[in-house]
Structures are given as C-alpha cells and as structure tokens.
C-alpha cells in the first residue's frame, strides 16, 4: 500500500509527515453521503433517457428530447469553461459550428464515412480550441468575453461567406450514421418493439455520447486537472503560486469545452441532416450560458436541470403562442430572484446531510493565558490580555 | 555554507517609482530569516520578485542554482517587445515552475480558494508532484484511485502537522481568520518546497495563535525547510529569526542576527526616525 502511494507521488524532497491517526471511511450508501445519493440519482436519469422511447417514440417527443440532450452536451461544455475554470465564454456555440461544419463537410463534399468525420471534427475542435485560447486567454474576465463574443461572430459569418459551407443555405443531405452494409435509416426491431423512425436512432446515439460526456466532465472535475480549474477560477496568482501552471489549465479548459461543443455540433448535423448559419446567432451562446448560470454553475445536476429548462421550456410553453418567450423570461427573472448562485449550486448539500460548524471549545480558566505570559514577547502588554476584562 | 536563494542587486521600478533598489541578500538551507522594515519599504514588492510574480528591472535571483530572473536579449528591448514575449511566458520564469523548483509562498492578505474545502484547497497544491494523467482520470483507472488516495493521505498529514483540527470539509470561508492561515501554510507546505516564503503570517493573529505560528515555524524549519519571513511584530522576529534583513526605502540598511540589528543606528533611525532637534544642535 505505502509503496503504491509513494509510486503516485513523484519523487518529491519533502513528504508530510503521516497523518495522526486514520480517518474512518466515509459512507457510501445512497441517504448516507451525497456522493451515493447523486450517483443514485445519475442511474435513475440513465434509465429515464433510455425508457422514454419505449413510452413515446413520436417523432415530436423524440426530436424535442434529442436537441434537449444535445443541449445537455453544450451546456456540460461550457459548464468546464464557465463553471470550472472561470472563463467567460459569449462565443461558446462557434465551436457548435465548427462541430457541425466539419462534420458536415467531411461527410457531404468529401463523402468521408460518419466515424471518419467524428475523428475529422474532435480534431477541428482541439484545434480550434488552441487556435483562439492561446492568443485570448492572457487575458482576463471581460476582455476574455469580448474577444470570444467576437470569434463567435467571425465563425458564423464566414460560413456565412463561404463556399465550401453552401453560403446562407447551409449544408443539406448531411448522411446518417452506417456501418458497413447496416445504416440508421433502414429501422430496425428492439425488443419486439419497432422502431422505423430514424429519429429514435438518433435519439439513442446522443442519449450514449451525452452520458459518455457529463459523466467524463465531471470526473475530470474532480480530478487533479479540474483541481486547478477550480483553484484558477477562485484566484489566479494563488493557483499559480501553488505550482499549477494557469496558462495551460485554461487552454485544456477551453479544449475541453470545445470537444464537447463540436460532439454536440456534430449530433445536430447528422439528426438535423441540414445546418445553416442562422442556427449559429449571438442568441444561443447566450442560451448556452443562460442555462449554465440558471442551474448553478460548477453544478452537474445544476447544469442538466438548467439545459432541460432552457431547450423544453419554450416547447412547453407553446400554447401561450406569442405569449411563450415573455412567459420564459419572467420565470427565468423568477427563478434568479430566488436562488441567485442557480437552481442546483455547486456547493449544495443534501438537507439531511447538512453539517454544522462544530462548536469551538469554550472559554475555560484552563484555556486562559496567565496574562504574565501577555506580556513577555515584547514587554508591552497585547491588547488581548485585555479582552476578558470588557465582558 | 551554500547558499539556497542568492538576490543579487535586485531593482524594480514602476515608471518613476524605485519600489526596490538595489537589494542583495542570500537565505542559506534551513534557516530561519526575517524580512523586515517600515511600511512600503518593498518587502513585499521583493517577495513577488523572487517567486516570480513581478518581472525585476535589474539584477539576478538564482534559487538553488537556478536562475530565477532571466536575462532578455538586448534586441528585444530595441524592439519593445519584452513585455509582448515575458506575458508568452518566454524569457522569463513563471511563478508555477519555481514553485515547482521547491520555493513556495503565502500571501499578505489569505488568498485561499474559496470555493473549495479545506481538504481540496490542500490537495489542489500538490498539482505538480503528483501523478495522474487525463485517460485515468476519465476511466477511473487503480492508478488514479491510488493517487486520489496518496493526494488525500498526504494533505491530511499537512493538516495535521499545521495542528488543523476542524472539520476538513467545511469551505475555508466558514473557517476563523486563524485558522484560514494555519491552511493556507499547510497549502504551501504540499508544495513539498525547500523555501518557504511567508508575507506577514502573524497579520491579524491573537496571541495565542502568535505563540503557535512561532512553534509552527520552528517546526517547518526542523523538517529542514528554510523560512523567509515578512513581519511587522518585532516580538515574533526578535525571538524566531536565526537572521534580520532591513529595508528602508527598497534598500538594505542592515543585515544580522536580531541582538545587532536591534543597536544598529540606521534600523533605528528608519523605525523611530532623527531627532531633528537634536541634528539641529
């Protein structure tokens, strides 16, 4: 056992010394600690995404529930960039873009294979990450949003422009998933059950990446890498005085967050099978980060709840008609008002979990300090040797 | 004896403003060594220097035979991109990798990580020595459950050698002031450094809590670290520092053991300043 840790720390000149004694295990059951309870809580969101076809396969429910999921992935992205690291992202959807292009590209101009595209766009999207994280992220908070603001910007209005993305049109015929003579669009039978709506495919395909991508962004938040995010996003110079380099845990936070964009990016293309520049507005990255803010940023659960708010909101508010964006934008003033650090924060402890401060032992004449003592550091009594006597 | 940080001369100036001028000093291995000076003599602007955080405009810092202030070729000036390239972080040496060299420091006013535990703010400071790649983290691996559980083991027996005996999963905030600066040393000591730098550690602290930060001290020190220490209390320097560096005006005006610092004439003159009348006569 010691020979294990001394392997996974490296070799270093100074080792604390062995704590005092061993703390006991802490409770893993499901009402015992959070961490079962929320574990609990992820199996039955699992098992919910994965029966909800098999309750209601129409092809309404299943395209609102896919581009919910889609936007479950957008927002656990941008939650690393925001929530983790504490970097204000206003052009968080161009990395959507990309995702979404370079899918769409590979697989329709170049008539790459869907897998093939998948690898093509992971790559765009680190690329993209460094392109504009590198030179940007010298800076700091509002600068940083300003700059993204507009790299957002620049994205959509050069697919806007070129020729390659089909101009204001978009990209249409964007293929389905195959593999080899078997593809997405010939249907296929689930336990007895028939589903010969592509869009069920699709539906399962992101409902996989989405629980790959929220359950890898959150381990990666508590692992040592998502330690420097959040030690960055509470105090730079501290967290750099602390031997993590900032420079490179904001990078790979924004390559992070821009892998997760252009996975999602590339979801929307193939369930979508057309994509064009107005799907890609101003309006959306502040959607993204809406959500993020709404269900409490650094927040797994908070961020899930604020993304499914956010997409099936204004879904379930259709029958107010013209009514539904004002109806959306006082319940999210509403919803602010109440809970400003967000629906579900980060720092949220299950009420029956909840700990108080143990008491500090109280005042005793064994405690006290003889006040000759007061005096002895520097021959003029402390005010402390004072203090009793006012009360 | 070799000496384990070597200030050479050290200048730093903003527009017309010498904040220090001319400073040498050397800490030698695992001694105690006090900083100390009237308000705004550059102890803290010297301190920032060292560890990386202000670029100096003049002189050199080697920390255990390594050089902490580079040296920017002249052609770069000419051509006023020094400050362009030291913010790409080249020809310089940030404050990251000289921690990583084994300087650590803690701050004037406490600059815990708020939102963390006190377990995770413990745990987030030994980023650089330990071993945890991105795949293990992503799956999971016994390799990164192995170092989850060395991180966690070796951070409590910082806790517990800084004599933190609260509850380790309460926010820092939730912490008395006394007690945030018992973490915020345990943090810098997961470093695992050889020099430990700390800015004014008995600021805001009652008695008590003075009379244990001088055992805390003298314990680090007995692990073989040496202490560098910025402090107003004289009390608390005259009886921990092995030896006193003086500032006044970002210049050194003496340098000793506490007995000989305390008759110099200059340290005197800068703390209780001339009697005018008596220069008069």
């Known amino acids: 056992m010691v020979r294990d840790l001394d392997h996974a720390l490296k070799h270093v000149s100074l080792r604390a010394p062995a704590p005092r004694f061993e703390r006991p295990r802490p409770p893993r059951g499901v009402f015992t600690s959070q961490q079962g309870f929320m574990r609990a809580l992820g199996v039955g969101a699992v098992l919910l995404v994965a029966v909800l076809p098999f309750m209601d396969a129409s092809r309404y429910t299943m395209s609102i529930a896919t581009s919910a999921l889609i936007y479950v992935m957008l927002c656990m992205g941008l939650n690393v960039v925001v929530g983790y690291a504490g970097l204000l992202d206003l052009g968080y959807i161009a990395f959507f873009a990309v995702g979404a292009y370079i899918s769409g590209i590979f697989t329709t101009v170049l008539g790459w294979p869907m897998w093939a595209a998948l690898i093509a766009t992971i790559v765009a999207c680190v690329t993209a990450g460094i392109i504009i994280g590198a030179p940007t992220l010298r800076l700091r908070s509002d600068y940083l949003a300003i700059v993204t603001l507009g790299f957002g910007e620049i994205i959509r209005i050069t697919a806007n422009n070129l020729k390659i993305t089909g101009g204001p049109s978009g990209i249409h015929g964007i293929p389905t998933w195959s593999f080899g003579p078997w593809s997405f669009d010939d249907g296929f039978n689930l336990f007895g059950i028939d589903f010969p709506e592509r869009v069920v495919f699709y539906y399962f395909v992101a409902a996989v990446v989405i629980v790959v991508g929220v359950i890898g962004a959150g381990r990666l938040a508590k692992g040592r890498l998502g330690r420097a995010w959040k030690a960055v996003r509470d105090d730079e110079d501290a967290a750099e005085a602390m031997g993590i380099n900032t420079y490179i845990a904001k990078i790979s936070a924004y390559i992070i967050g821009a892998v997760w964009a252009g996975m999602a990016g590339q979801l929307m293309a193939t369930h979508l099978s057309a994509i064009s520049p107005n799907s890609f507005q101003f309006l959306y990255s502040a959607l993204i980060l809406m959500a993020v803010v709404l269900g409490g940023m650094g927040s797994t659960p908070g961020v899930i709840i604020g993304a499914l708010f956010v997409s099936l909101a204004p879904e379930l508010l259709r029958d107010f008609a013209e009514w539904r964006y004002l109806i959306f934008g006082v319940l999210l003033v509403v919803v602010m008002l109440f809970r400003p650090s967000g629906l579900w924060p980060a720092t949220a402890v299950l009420p029956w979990l909840r700990r108080t401060r143990p008491t500090p032992p109280a005042f005793t004449e064994a405690t006290a300090v003889p006040a000759s003592v007061m005096e002895s550091v520097d021959g003029t009594p402390t005010t402390d040797a004072h203090e009793g006597d006012r009360a | ?281």
């Open chain 2, 1 to 281: 004896m070799s000496a384990l940080l070597e200030v050479r001369d050290l200048r730093l100036q903003f527009g017309g403003v010498t904040a220090v001028d001319g400073l040498s000093f050397e800490v030698r291995a695992g001694e105690i060594l006090a900083v100390i000076g009237p308000n705004g003599a550059g102890k803290t602007s010297a301190f920032n220097c060292i560890s990386g955080f202000y670029l100096p405009t003049a002189g050199s810092v080697v920390f255990d035979g390594k050089a902490i202030v580079r040296t920017v070729p002249r052609i770069w000036r000419r051509l006023g991109l020094v400050n362009l390239l030291q913010s790409f972080g080249l020809y310089r040496v940030i404050p990251s990798r000289v921690t990583k060299w084994g300087m650590a420091r803690t701050f004037q006013n406490l600059r815990l990580f708020r939102e963390l535990s006190v377990l995770e703010n413990v745990t987030t400071a030994m980023h650089a020595n330990l071993r945890e790649g991105f795949w293990a983290t992503l799956l999971h691996t016994p390799g990164y459950r192995r170092a989850e559980a060395a991180c966690v083991r070796e951070a409590r027996g910082w806790l517990d050698f800084v004599g933190f005996e609260d509850d380790e999963q309460l926010y820092v905030t939730q912490l008395p002031y006394g007690e945030q600066r018992r973490v915020e040393i345990a943090r810098a000591l997961a470093t695992s450094p050889k020099l430990l730098l700390l800015d004014e550690p008995a600021a805001g602290l009652n008695f008590n809590e003075k009379q244990a930060l001088m055992r805390l001290i003298r314990k680090i020190r007995g692990l073989g670290v040496a202490v560098v220490l910025i402090e107003h209390d004289m009390g608390l320097v005259m009886e921990l520092a092995e030896r006193i560096v003086v500032l006044n005006y970002g210049k050194e005006i003496a340098d000793g053991a506490p007995e000989d610092v305390k008759r110099d004439p200059a340290v005197i003159e800068a703390y209780l300043g001339v009697d005018e009348s008596e220069d008069a006569r």
